[in-house]
């Protein structure tokens, strides 16, 4: 059974940082895509950030440039450190695994 657990979201003014940490269990985690999805109030669900099990990594356009996804395979862990945080950054934040989702953590960033 895959478990999918996060860490780190809070409240944080604009501008500032956050790191989002995601422990997982269940799974060869050396050998599986990771990825960070968020959900804003009344919006769908939306890719932020992916990292395959070769470290490439991708971005939604709108985080480019100030999240970025990591691995620690030795840890099975998958970081998103978020900096120049926004307003519209504010979301709960998922972490994916194949099948699987976290139960989601809050980031909210006050202006």
């Known amino acids: 059974q895959v478990q999918v657990v996060e860490s780190g979201g809070g409240l944080v003014q604009a501008g500032g940082s956050l790191s989002l940490s995601c422990a997982v269990s269940?799974?060869?985690?050396?050998?599986?895509?990771m990825a960070w999805h968020r959900q804003a109030p009344g919006k769908q669900r939306e890719l932020v950030a992916a990292?395959?099990?070769?470290?490439?990594?991708k971005y939604a356009d709108s985080v480019k440039g100030r999240f970025t996804i990591s691995r620690d395979n030795a840890k099975n862990t998958v970081y998103l450190q978020m900096n120049s945080l926004k307003p519209e950054d504010t979301a709960v934040y998922y972490c994916?695994?194949?099948?699987?989702w976290g139960q989601g953590t809050q980031v909210t960033v006050s202006s």
């Open positions: 269940g799974i060869i985690f050396s050998n599986n895509a």
């Open positions: 994916v695994a194949p099948g699987s």
């Open positions: 990292i395959t099990s070769g470290g490439s990594t």
